[in-house]
């Protein structure tokens, strides 16, 4: 019986090398199992975890006057209703000239 437990020990700690040397195979394998799986049952669709987040809002993005730079509206520095700048040192640049 001691034997067979030695035997066992050592099978399993194989086992345990190859599983960790060819992890990045392993998990290719399973994750092509679960496609072709998902794909034979369409009633299961796609999982919530492998969908990317949708952006809350889209924000608008607005040309700074100064420098070019595009910035969302909301973190533009607003000067008249149609000239927007990225930051106070483009202000400053664009109030200088």
């Not at 608008?60 to 008249?80: K, N, Q």
């Amino acid at each position: 019986m001691r034997e067979f437990a030695f035997i066992l020990v050592v099978v399993l700690i194989l086992l345990a090398i190859t599983a960790v040397r060819y992890r990045k195979q392993i998990s290719g394998v399973i994750g092509f199992v679960r496609m072709i799986r998902d794909a034979a049952d369409p009633s299961r669709g796609p999982k919530a975890i492998n969908q990317p987040a949708a952006p809350a809002t889209a924000k608008e993005l607005v040309h700074c006057a100064a420098c070019g730079t595009w910035v969302p509206s909301d973190r533009a520095i607003r000067f008249d209703a149609k000239t927007y700048y990225c930051s106070k040192e483009c202000v400053k640049t664009a109030m200088a000239n």
